[in-house]
Structures are given as structure tokens and as C-alpha cells.
């Protein structure tokens, strides 16, 4: 149900060679990459290239890779990976969610995907909400189903508190819209 | 916007036209949405930087919703302190007006499908040092107006005062009010602001060397 800066935050400090990080578009990209340079441990040097072949050397440096050919990156990286194994900090690949890297990493990369585990990041990425349950648990603390109550907050019948406005939003992603 | 406040004018006047200029700003153009949340991450990690609450505040923070869809962007319910209802909160400290331990609260509703803000809560409650009384502001943006008029209860306000809303209403334990008197709050207007600008505000109220515009004027005298 959440994606959390402290799964990015853990995966930017890992000594594991290789992370990669799903966007949705290339200015979510670019969004994402300001927050990891954010969230990086600042005594990491951290750089961006397009060029695979940087991943094979400085393996002290953060590196945040952003391939033009997505695919052909993949199938390099899983070719090559023994040779990622000196790495002490993390090449950050990033591939387009559904895209063309991403099902090269599913169905031909194995090893490389097999190196990936809980070093991958998508925060568009969330986990099924169980809505009915959290219906039926707002039910059960508010004694009205979250549109009754959004009628009340609307109307102005329920206090304006912090408790009331963070019900709010939380009403409002469990409203069942037409 | 005019400076001065009109008569009413049929539907139109002052207060329609800054609820109407809060939506157009709210509604009129896509929020890159993972810019929106670094923005405030950044702001907090400033803020740890200089020492005013855990350097692990980058890591408290989470999205939870609906894939493609709704989304709530606030703290994870593991962070450490909690204000009197319960929510995740950060702890300050070393503040110029405020006793360490203050909190504060955040929560951001967004749609991520439609890259769109929603409706934003973010506060901050302690002692005041001097006199010693309790303090809180928030500034809330709501998604829809509420109450009975736009005047009263503008779209996007500040609650300041000593004692929050919370004190007039129902108690979540006894179930009590703890106040037994009709709740009266005044809710400030304000101009239209991102989350990130309203968490400036409210830091650099309660702690002056925060104001990041204070700052740009002192770089701007410096480079004159």
C-alpha cells in the first residue's frame, strides 16, 4: 500500500552493485532522479551518465545511469555483471516501467534480476489497496462510510481539526467516484 | 488581485474571486508529482542539517494509495513521536520561539494520474518559550470548499492561535469534550502557496534564521 523515501533512501546506501528505478516518463524521471540526489549519502560522490560502459569502472561513485537504448543496456549489464561485482556502491539504472529495458530484464536477464532483489524502486508502484477493508475500517472509527462523512465535512458539520482534514484525505482516496 | 475588498458584487466579490484564483492556480497546470514530494523532503532535510529534528526524517516519509490514481503523501505510521491524536509527527528542536519537542504534522493528497494537487494539511504545535503557552499553526488546502461561506472558511487558510481545534472537540479517548463550549476558530486566508511554501512559513515563524527568503535578501546585499 506505500512506497516510502526510506526504501530509496536504504537502497542509495546498499554496497550491492546494481539498483534499478522504474519512471513512468522522462520528466518523472527527472523527478526522481532530483530525489535521490537528495535522499544519496552526501559522503557519496554521485554522477549521471547515459553511457553503460561507466558502470564497469568507478565503482565508488553513485552512479545514476539514464541509457538512451534501454534494452541493449540490459542485456550489456547482465553480460557483464561479474564484472560489476567490485563495485562497492550501486550503478542506478533507470528503465521505463513496461518498457522494452524492463521486459529484456524479466525474461532474458535472470542473473542480473536475481542481483535485483530489494534493490528495485518504483514509487508509482504501490501495492494494491485493500479499499474495502479500509472502507470498512473508516466505517468502524467514524460510524459513516466515507462519502456520508465527506457530505459532513463539505457541509461544514464536522470540526476543522488536523484530525478531521487528514480524514479528509483520507475519505477522499476511498471515495467510490461515478 | 485588487487590494481592496469590494462590495458584493451579485456573486462575485473578494472572496469568490480568491477562492476562484486558489483553484485556477491549484487546478490550471500539472504538479510534477515526485518534485512536489522531494520539495518538502528537501526542506526537511535542511532542517536536519541544521541540527532541528532526526537526520532520519528522509526516510519517515511514504505514499499510499491508489495505483495511477489518489494518492496521500505524508509520514509513515513507524515514525517515532506522535501528537496528542495519534498522527506520525516530527520532533523539532532548537527552535528561536518553541520548547524541543514541538511536532509536526504533514499530510499532501494528490492525483497522480491526473498529476494534480488536491488538498494539502501541514502544522506545527508546541510550548512557546516566552510566555510558556501552548502554540500551533496549519495551513490547510482544502479540495472542495466547506462550511458556509468562502469568507469564513476559504479554500486555502492558516489556524494560528494557542489552543487548537482539537481542545473543543471530542477527546479520543474519553470520547468527552474536553472543552464544553461551542468551538469557535478563526481561519486566516491566504494567497495561493505550494506545500513546500507553506512548511517555509510555518518554520520560519517559529524560528527566524529558517526564513529562506531572509536569506536571499542577505545574498543579494552580499552581491551588491
Redesign the interface.
Known sequence: MSESTGMLWGILREESPIAVIFYRSPSAREEILEMAAILAPPERQQRRSVNVEDAFCDGETLLFLTPEDEQSAVLLLDGRREALRKRTVPVVLFLISGGDGETRLREDAAGLENWLRGMEYDPERLAPLDVEGERARFEEKTGLSPEQWLVGWRGGAIADTTENNFLSHHAALLEQRV | MSGNVEAVEGEVNYWTRLHALTVSERDGKKV????L??SL??CL?ALANENHCSKQV???????????G???F?L?KSVPSR?S?D?PAIALKGLEHLQDGALL?L???LD?RAQRL??Y?I?IQGQRKKPERTWYA?I?L???????GLCG?PSLHC?VGET???D??LS?NSGEPSVKAP?F?A?VPLPWMMPVDALDWLLATVHSPLDRAHERKEGAAANS
Not at chain 2, 528522509?58 to 495511477?68: A, D, L, M
Not at chain 2, 482544502?142 to 458556509?148: K, N
Open positions: 510534477p508529482i515526485e518534485k514530494k522531494s523532503v528537501a532535510l528522509i526516510g519517515w516519509f511514504s505514499t499510499e494509495g491508489r495505483v495511477g489518489r494518492q496521500i505524508g509513515k501528537d491524536w498522527h504534522t499530510s499532501v493528497l497522480s488536491l488538498a494539511s502544522g496549519r490547510d482544502t479540495e472542495e470548499p466547506e462550511g458556509a472558511h489556524h487548537s481545534e482539537e473543543h472537540t479520543p468551538m476558530t481561519r
